[in-house]
């Protein structure tokens, strides 16, 4: 069974949430978590070989998304 | 014999400034390096490490700095302190709200995702520096 991965990073580099994408409620509380975490982060796929895309809606065959704060001068 | 006597006053200057970039440079070595060494930032190296391309992660682990083109076709260079933009020669500065909890490396990430997906949208937020 391969579970699937919601990367947030902070303090500690990066906290990992994982998810079976075969069950039902795993998947409804990950959904959860991407609207949450989209109010103040941004969402990114990885394509492989470096690509990456934004994602601004949760979809279970999402193998691996990652979430940083939405960007400020700096 | 003036020169000399010139000479004679700049040294002790000079000797001063020298020690003072010597000790900062140790102190950016020694920070650095117990930083490196932190959980976190071994996280977010191996986090990066993962979503580079890898081009950029060859120039990464040589230079610790690596370039990106951007959604729009602009080309930057992002480095542990600065983006700097290939194209207009100047330093931008953006960062995710929570910088200062996060290694570098995640930073840097951040910064190429952003720049590779929404070149506009990074561009609006950053800060341009005059350099």
């Known amino acids: 069974m391969k579970l699937y991965t919601h990367i947030v990073m902070d303090a500690h580099g990066d906290t990992r949430h994982t998810f079976n994408p075969d069950s039902e409620v795993e998947v409804r509380e990950a959904m959860k978590r991407f609207d949450e975490l989209l109010k103040t982060h ?33 | 014999m003036r020169w000399l006597a010139a000479i004679e006053m700049l040294v002790p200057g000079l000797v001063l400034w020298a020690s003072f970039v010597a000790l900062l440079c140790i102190r950016d070595w020694v920070l650095h390096g117990l930083a490196a060494r932190l959980p976190p930032a071994q996280n977010a190296e191996a986090l990066i490490r993962e979503w580079l391309s890898p081009e ?60 590779e997906n929404d070149e506009g949208g ?9 350099y």
């Open chain 1, 42 to 74: 941004v969402a990114a796929r990885r394509l492989g070989e470096g690509r990456t895309e934004l994602v601004r809606s949760f979809s279970p065959a999402d193998e691996e998304v990652l979430f940083f704060r939405k960007l400020v001068g700096g």
């Open chain 2, 56 to 115: 950029q992660l060859r120039d990464y682990e040589q230079w610790r700095k690596f370039q990106v083109t951007g959604s729009a076709g602009g080309r930057y260079l992002i480095a542990p302190g600065y983006i700097r933009d290939l194209d207009a020669g100047h330093h931008i500065c953006f960062v995710p709200k929570n910088w200062s909890v996060l290694p570098v490396a995640d930073i840097m990430l951040a910064r190429k995702i952003a720049l």
């Open chain 2, 122 to 130: 990074a561009l609006k937020v950053a800060y341009r520096l005059p």
